[in-house]
């Protein structure tokens, strides 16, 4: 028995002993960059992670103290040579009781820098790191040490000679660094000048936590849940609530028979719609949603769409989806049941199709700035809206005996529908127009269409102009005066932009302001603009906001901002993004904003719709999707996902002379006093980093 029970005794003392060894600092290492050339300077990263409770000193408080500082030191190499010390980043000022006297930490992570000169190729990284660790819990302290190597570099160039006349010596290569400012501790790192790879997030200098997103993405969802319910007035939806009613009443035996009948019917059409949005996202892709927004031949596809619904609503001829296939599906609803519920749910989308496809069409459009997941979102909320109504008269089918019958009413709906589709038309044709700088729809031109447009609608409302269908007006509704009340005030709102107004609250949805041929605002005001370096790229069709002067490509706007030794402040849009012409007239247009864009940063607006073709030899592959970009629009995309892994405009992003983000990335946010913030947090940190 005891030559059994000896192996576990031995397992168990062994388990004892090993338990007693304790390691609670844990260290990694690496460059700051995969590749460098000869004469570059080159950062190597050293980080440590400690277990909970307990802590790394640092290297740069009094060495006399007590505690062990934390050393690396580099085996010395002909293929290197060493610039100023080991540089610990941002510790922790502690008083240590142990020692009493006051010392720098890290807990839970830690990061020390050492900044080589690389000589040649045969670049060789090894040596040794060693310090002392202490626990709160009980004032145990552990000294530590270890070797490391660094391989994988790639090095380019011919040799150079050492700037230095003779190697430091030993004590100063263990001699710690910490570069201080009044308000925060920031380590300056080498700029690789001349190397640009695009903007980079260390998210060990930015402060706070990301809030990009979240307004524009709930407004979005709001956007999309209010069309679904403004879809059940449509002309061919509104009749097909008493069919709905009808269908449930004759086929429904049992209260608990039709509230599941009428769950199955809701969620049918959720799936009949949502499915959409889901389709669009997954076939197109992260950049497909930028490319089918911006397409010449989907907008204007969509522009006469709605010019063919507009004239249909006025009673020019009628659109019916077809015949055939409306009955054959009708036919599968007749057998009732649950393949019937769904088909009668598929019957009120093919029908209604006619009348919302604009409205789905508009969602897509919107929900189209880039990211995938928001226009399945947006969907699904957009046919939850347009499902509940129809659900809740399943549910209640003897309620639709008080909902007003089809008459003169709803063609009046019709025609309203139909002035107010010519209008969004406009806007579609404008998104092609900007994106391939064709200039046929200008700023003041939209503007004049729309007067005339919501002109003729208020002398509709007011019973001056009759359509075909319209049953004779002899007195008019006060519903129908104050609708027309609204659409004359919105058409004198509207006049002064053919002078130049900036017209803020439509400023999505009309061209840009540099499109107007007269603006006489931009005449009578003097602007003082910032200064730039040398003569933009692409300024003969592409343009800033507020007589702005900066850039339309970044390599040109990095050089700039270094030679000037400003943040680079990068405005990532698009022709046809609707919520990037409102920040450009709510927020940039604010003078906190302005004087700041105009004095203390260098602009550059990447338009990542953009369909100018670049020359062939700037035609490069992507290392993010394996694709050759071609055009303006493609370069600029691609900077931005791959980057920054992000695909939605409008994104603000302020970039470092060595291309790290200054500050957490800035999106649809019309609050001004956020966006001054953002701009001053990115110039403070600029500050503490650079000068």
Same mark, same amino acid.
């Given at each position: ?85 080991? $540089? ?11 020692? +009493? ?97 695009? #903007? ?50 004759? +086929?429904?035996?049992? $209260? ?215 049953? #004779? ?92 030794? $400003? ?23 604010? #003078? ?36 050759? $970009? ?62």
């Amino acid at each position: 028995m005891f030559k059994y029970l000896l192996p576990v005794l031995l397992l168990f003392s062994t388990g004892l002993l090993s338990a007693q060894i304790l390691t609670p600092a844990r260290w990694t290492w690496e460059p700051a960059q995969p590749s460098v050339k000869t004469g570059d300077q080159l950062d190597l990263i050293f980080r440590v992670t400690t277990d909970k409770d307990w802590y790394v000193y640092a290297n740069d408080f009094d060495p006399d103290c007590g505690p062990l500082l934390t050393m690396v030191t580099l085996t010395p190499h002909a293929s290197f040579e060493l610039v100023g010390k080991l $540089k610990a980043i941002n510790p922790i000022d502690k008083h240590d009781e142990i020692f +009493d006297c006051d010392v720098k930490i890290f807990k839970g992570k830690g990061e020390f820098r050492q900044t080589i000169r690389v000589l040649s190729k045969d670049l060789k990284l090894s040596g040794v790191y060693e310090g002392q660790t202490c626990t709160e819990v009980d004032g145990k302290c552990i000294p530590f040490d270890g070797e490391f190597s660094f391989a994988g570099i790639t090095v380019s160039g011919e040799p150079v000679k050492s700037k230095k006349a003779n190697e430091p010596k030993q004590e100063e290569i263990q001699q710690a660094e910490v570069i201080e400012s009044p308000k925060a501790e920031i380590t300056l790192p080498p700029v690789q000048y001349g190397a640009v790879k695009g #903007p980079m997030l260390d998210k060990s200098i930015l402060e706070g936590e990301s809030s990009y997103g979240n307004e524009s993405f709930w407004a979005l969802l709001v956007f999309a849940f209010l069309a679904g319910l403004a879809a059940l007035i449509t002309p061919c939806v509104f009749p097909m609530v008493p069919m709905t009613v009808t269908f449930f009443l004759k +086929d429904t035996q049992t $209260k608990r028979e039709g509230v599941k009948k009428a769950l199955i019917f809701g969620i049918s059409i959720i799936v009949l719609y949502s499915s959409a949005g889901t389709l669009f996202a997954i076939l197109l892709g992260p950049e497909g949603l930028n490319a089918m927004a911006t397409n010449w031949a989907l907008n204007l596809f969509i522009f006469f769409v709605f010019i063919i619904f507009a004239l249909s609503f006025f009673g020019l001829f009628e659109i019916n989806a077809p015949y055939k296939l409306v009955n054959k599906v009708d036919q599968q609803a007749e057998k009732g049941g649950l393949i019937g519920v769904f088909f009668m749910a598929f019957t009120l989308v093919l029908i209604s199709f006619s009348c919302t496809v604009p409205i789905v069409g508009s969602v897509l459009a919107l929900s189209a700035g880039g990211e995938v997941l928001k226009p399945i979102l947006m969907m699904l909320s957009y046919s939850i809206a347009f499902a509940l109504p129809f659900t809740f008269f399943a549910f209640f089918p003897e309620m639709v005996k008080s909902l007003p019958k089809s008459g003169g009413w709803l063609n009046s709906v019709k025609v309203t529908l139909g002035f107010l589709e010519l209008a969004l038309a406009l806007k579609f044709f404008s998104i092609a127009d900007q994106a391939y700088h064709w200039r046929l729809l200008d700023r003041d031109t939209n503007i004049a269409l729309w007067i005339v447009i919501f002109s003729l609608l208020g002398f509709y409302l007011l019973g001056k102009i009759r359509m075909p269908h319209d049953s #004779p007006v002899e007195k008019i509704s006060v519903p129908r005066l104050l609708l027309a009340t609204v659409v004359f005030s919105f058409v004198i709102y509207l006049v002064p932009g053919l002078w130049g107004a900036p017209l803020k609250a439509l400023a999505g949805y009309l061209p840009p302001q540099h499109t107007h041929d007269f603006d006489l605002v931009a005449m009578t005001r003097s602007v003082r603009s910032n200064e730039i370096c040398d003569l933009p790229k692409y300024t003969d069709f592409l343009h800033l906001p507020h007589g702005l002067n900066g850039y339309f490509d970044y390599e040109q706007a990095l050089a700039c901002a270094r030679q000037q030794n $400003k943040p680079l402040f990068i405005d990532f849009t698009g022709h046809g993004c609707t919520n990037c012409r409102e920040m450009e007239a709510v927020v940039w247009s604010d #003078p906190a904003v302005l004087e700041r864009l105009k004095n203390d940063f260098v602009i550059v607006a990447l338009y990542v719709d953009d369909k100018t073709m670049l020359p062939e030899t700037e035609w490069f592959t992507s290392s993010y999707d394996g694709k050759v $970009k071609k055009t303006i629009g493609k370069k600029n995309a691609d900077l931005q996902i791959a980057n920054l892994d992000n695909n939605a405009q409008p994104f603000y992003v302020l970039v470092g002379t060595d291309e790290r983000v200054l500050a957490w990335p800035y999106g649809y946010d019309k609050s001004v006093e956020n966006f001054v913030l953002f701009l001053e947090s990115g110039k403070k940190k600029f500050a503490e980093l650079y000068n």
